[in-house]
Each structure stands twice: as structure tokens, then as C-alpha cells.
């Protein structure tokens, strides 16, 4: 075995799921831009890149992982993040790579035949006063349709109270998603002797 050709992507690697020849991987990033201001002038400093080599021909290229008119944004503001999904064909390789991307996170990665999930909390703006925080934290998930082998596309979103735990916590039933959170996880920590958790099951079902 012996490696053939290369694909490397900006941004940290969430999850991965596979149906038949097509394999998807869930990228989240953040854009260089807030860490290099010289480059708050260009698509680099806020849209990530894909690097291409092949050790067959010699042939390589490094281009924006997403045209800027191609990504999706949520109704509300998500923060600067992109969340952002490669569709592989195995059967073709890495030159036939199609992506979709939206200005959000990434955390939790749920796919079934035809559908891949994908949580994260909700955005709280940084510079929101103590006074004006939330009481409670909740939880957004996107839905890709990914029923085309060669194309994924970001079909709904939803939101539920608390946190999701992992994969397990979502599950999908004739097109309705089955989502378990918690309103606080055990990663918190210690807590106050009155802090009570409450833990909930949530089902959305997408419309239009």
C-alpha cells in the first residue's frame, strides 16, 4: 500500500460517516483573519482552503474550500466559525470532492441513510453583559440531506433546550429526529448544592 494522492483542509476534523462509495467529513474552522489582521482584506483570512497533491502526475492546487456566494448562513448570527462538509466519491477519489458549508460550529455528528445531523451550542455573543446571559443553554443541529451520493445539502435547522452528550443521544425515525440533552452536563463540574439538572427528549420534524 502506498500513498497515491493528498487532500489537506484548514480547520479541525469533527466526525466522518460512509454510505456505500461516498464518505463525508465534517470540518469545523475559524478564520485566520482574527489571528492575522494583514489578511482581514482577503477570502483567505475568512474562507479555509483545500490543498491538493498527487503523487501520480505531480499534479497539485490549493483553492477557497467554498465560493463566497456558495456559503450558507443561519437566520440567526452563529459567530465567524464555518462548519463545513466534504462529500467524497471513493469510487472516483479525491478529485471529485463536493462541498457544503455553512457559518456555524460543529460538535456532534449524528448521520442516517439518508441524513446527517450535526449539534452544537448555541452562539452567545462574548460581549453580551452577565445580566443578559441566557438562564439556560440550548443547542442548534443543522440537517444535510445526503440521499445523492455526490452531493450534500443543508435542508433544516432546529433548536433544543440544554446539551447534547454524543451521537447516541440523536436518533432519526420516519424523518423525525429523536434528540436527548441535558440542561447541565456532568463536564460542568462542581456545582451549587441548588442547581438542579433537567434532562429532556426533544423531536423535530422538518417542514417545507
Request: proline content about 6%.
Amino acid at each position: 500500500m502506498k500513498v497515491t494522492r493528498t487532500m489537506t483542509v484548514d480547520g479541525r476534523f469533527v466526525d466522518a460517516r460512509q454510505t456505500g462509495s461516498s464518505a463525508r467529513l465534517v470540518i469545523s474552522s475559524q478564520p485566520r483573519a482574527i489571528i492575522y489582521p494583514g489578511a482581514r482584506g482577503k477570502t483567505s483570512g475568512w474562507v479555509p482552503r483545500r490543498r491538493f497533491h498527487s503523487l501520480v502526475t505531480g499534479r497539485a492546487y490549493a483553492a477557497p474550500i467554498a465560493r463566497c456566494r456558495a456559503i450558507r448562513r443561519p437566520v440567526e448570527f452563529s459567530g465567524l466559525g464555518m462548519l463545513t462538509i466534504l462529500t467524497i466519491d471513493l469510487d472516483r477519489g479525491l478529485y471529485a470532492t463536493d462541498t457544503e458549508a455553512l457559518m456555524a460550529d460543529a460538535r456532534v455528528v449524528y448521520g442516517s441513510q439518508d441524513s446527517l445531523y450535526v449539534a452544537t451550542e448555541k452562539w452567545i455573543d462574548p460581549r453580551t453583559p452577565v445580566d443578559k446571559l441566557p438562564q439556560s443553554q440550548s443547542t442548534v443541529i443543522d440537517k444535510f440531506d445526503v440521499s445523492d451520493p455526490l452531493h450534500t445539502t443543508l435542508v433544516a435547522s432546529g433548536e433544543v433546550p440544554g446539551y447534547v452528550l454524543n451521537q447516541f443521544s440523536m436518533s432519526e425515525y420516519k424523518s423525525d429526529l429523536r434528540v436527548a440533552t441535558t440542561s447541565r452536563p456532568a463536564w460542568w463540574g462542581a456545582q451549587p448544592p441548588q442547581a438542579v439538572s433537567q434532562s429532556f427528549v426533544t423531536v423535530l420534524r422538518s417542514r417545507g
